[in-house]
């Protein structure tokens, strides 16, 4: 199994760290790509590293917040490579001193049919009509008050997923970075609260299931806007 893992690793402090999880990454296993996109491509970096310049004109922020959907650069160029799957980790992700890449291809074989593989699932339709829904900002631009089209659609965690090497990842490209345009046109509030990811995984018919804690777990370790420590 080819695996691949890619970050979208804009500034100095998440480049300089993504750098450190590449070096972590060659030592483990130096036969594992890695994928970086970045504001400058002239850059030193381990062996298993490749560097993508971010696509021009590409728009940082919106209602002065990160645009997350941004993201997807990293997906598309990662998508270039002969890989079965393409694992996303955030820029400020680490590796756990468990980590080990026949823990995720254990995983992976156990599931050959699903597409997404993600973290924290919040469905849609359950969720939409509390006051109190983290993505309550994204339900009017995008129509999803007047339509139950997307309601079993799952507001997935877009700081790690695994995504499965295959044609349906393309039409997911296409729709996630439609999107993207789309929110860049109306101002749409796109930090985090990957939506957008949802919804472009049911555009593409891909299947997507949650990781449960107890089925793969200490891969990752990063510190949230806080200063707190997570392991994943």
Not at 6 to 26: D, E, P, R, V
Not at 42 to 69: A, D
Request: charged residues 25%.
């Amino acid at each position: 199994m080819k695996l691949c893992f890619t970050s979208l690793a804009l500034g100095s402090y998440y480049l300089k760290n993504a750098l450190i999880f590449s070096k972590q990454l060659f030592d483990k296993d130096l036969s594992i790509p890695r994928i970086l996109v970045v504001d400058n491509i002239q850059i030193k970096v381990p062996k298993n590293t490749q560097c993508v310049q971010l696509e021009p004109n590409s728009v940082r922020t919106i209602q002065r917040k990160f645009n997350y959907n941004l993201k997807y650069q990293a997906i598309s160029a990662a998508i270039k490579l002969e890989t079965d799957y393409i694992i996303y980790t955030d820029a400020d992700f680490n590796l756990h001193p468990e980590f080990s890449i026949q823990k995720i291809t254990n995983f992976l074989e156990q599931h050959p049919e699903i597409d997404c593989h993600y973290m924290r699932p919040c469905r849609l339709g359950d969720n939409k009509l509390d006051q109190n829904c983290i993505f309550k900002n994204k339900l009017e631009p995008y129509g999803l008050l007047k339509t139950k089209k997307y309601d079993d659609v799952e507001v997935l965690n877009e700081n790690w997923f695994i995504l499965k090497h295959t044609d349906k990842l393309k039409i997911f490209l296409e729709k996630w970075k439609e999107r993207n345009l789309y929110g860049i046109r109306n101002n749409v509030f796109a930090y985090a609260e990957a939506i957008e990811i949802g919804l472009s995984l049911q555009d593409a018919k891909m299947s997507s299931r949650y990781i449960k804690y107890n089925e793969l777990f200490n891969l990752f370790t990063f510190k949230d806007i806080s200063g707190n420590f997570h392991t994943v």
